[in-house]
């Protein structure tokens, strides 16, 4: 583990110009819907997600299925208290709909409090599985903020469909945040305006080079700006990883730049990432939505993609009903049920109202079409 802190600098910028043409983009609007909140896992929410991927990128198929992560957390009263006790489960996909299969680790195996997102990749062998994951908090100690990046091994086996996760070695800090470059995130109580980050994992390795990176969540530390999330980057550096300047950053744009990951289609490198209405600068009227910025490299030049960044996005009916976007190798988009059926109304401000209108179960896929700088929701 290096903390060697990079230039304060990002490759690529998301500017206030590129934003303000999403009021004139069309076709980004994501349908209405009518969700069937039948619980993947009876009794919890799910939310934030990732599919096991080979190295590549490809979705991984075991006995005709897809096996994805879900955060997880008992239904209580108030949905916005399942962040406090999420913890990463392990589902499949199939022609039959969505199974669950159980926790992904043991009672008392992350180093946080709780588990929060990550990526996951299949190696060449076909059963050791690295997890990269974040540890939110510190196991044992009153909830704090604190985010910290880590990553495990073990293996992924199936008896007949019966899947199997074993073996999980010690888990192993990443990359540190310097404060230089990438602020600390340590609160110990989230301010109105939202918790920084140094969290979300996900793991990309070029194609062209074999190079490999994890991007991150962040917000930059050379900013007095509230408004100041990056995409960070952490490079492969023999056995280890070594922090690298922010491959993206939102200074007064935007403060969150949730779940990032790279997609490579007919040689275009995607930067995705989602982000909510609420987390843009004031003045910005840009909706909860997926976003992306397209390169030719994975050094760039970025550039935003659709010329606004704006990919897909919650209908002006339902500003709130899905989020967290993640788009697959194959050009797959899943997200969860987040709070629908409002009728435009934005989230109720009781605890009651929340459980009414919250989803907490995984949305419909749709797919994307790919064609250079412009990617848009296929028919």
Not at 291 to 320: I, S
């Amino acid at each position: 583990m290096t903390l060697t802190a990079p230039a304060p600098r990002a490759h690529a910028t998301w500017t206030r110009e590129a934003v303000a043409g999403i009021g004139t983009q069309a076709g980004a609007a994501l349908p209405v819907l009518t969700p069937d909140r039948t619980p993947l896992i009876p009794g919890m929410d799910v939310w934030d997600m990732w599919q096991i991927a080979d190295a590549a990128g490809a979705t991984v198929r075991r006995g005709d299925r897809s096996w994805w992560f879900f955060l997880a957390a008992p239904r209580g009263a108030d949905p916005e208290a399942r962040h406090d006790l999420a913890r990463i489960w392990l589902t499949s996909h199939g022609a039959d709909g969505w199974r669950a299969h159980g926790p992904a680790f043991p009672d008392g195996f992350s180093p946080g409090s709780r588990e929060w997102s990550g990526s996951t990749v299949l190696a060449d062998d076909g059963e050791t599985l690295v997890h990269y994951f974040t540890a939110a908090g510190r196991r044992g100690q009153p909830t704090t903020f604190e985010q910290r990046l880590f990553v495990t091994q073990g293996r992924f086996l199936l008896d007949g469909d019966v899947p199997r996760l074993e073996g999980w070695t010690a888990p192993r800090e990443i990359v540190v945040a310097d404060g230089a470059c990438y602020a600390v995130a340590d609160e110990a109580v989230a301010p109105p305006h939202g918790i920084k980050g140094f969290r979300d994992p996900g793991y990309f390795r070029d194609p062209v080079d074999g190079s490999e990176v994890i991007l991150f969540t962040a917000n930059a530390a050379w900013t007095e700006d509230r408004v100041s999330g990056v995409i960070g980057v952490a490079r492969r550096d023999g056995a280890g990883w070594r922090l690298d300047a922010p491959l993206l950053d939102a200074i007064g744009v935007n403060s969150e730049l949730e779940r990032p990951h790279i997609v490579v289609q007919h040689g275009s490198y995607y930067l995705f990432w989602s982000t909510q209405a609420r987390r843009f600068a004031d003045g910005i009227a840009a909706p909860t939505g997926l976003y992306a910025m397209v390169a030719d490299t994975l050094h760039g030049p970025w550039r935003p993609v659709n010329g606004t960044g704006l990919v897909a996005a919650n209908p002006p009916e339902e500003p709130g009903q899905a989020y967290c976007w993640w788009v697959t190798g194959e050009g797959a988009v899943l997200s969860f049920v987040d709070y629908a059926e409002l009728a435009g109304a934005g989230m109720p401000e009781d605890a009651a109202g929340r459980r009414r209108h919250f989803g907490g179960v995984p949305a419909p896929f749709f797919t994307l079409r790919f064609a250079g700088d412009r990617v848009t929701i296929a028919a």
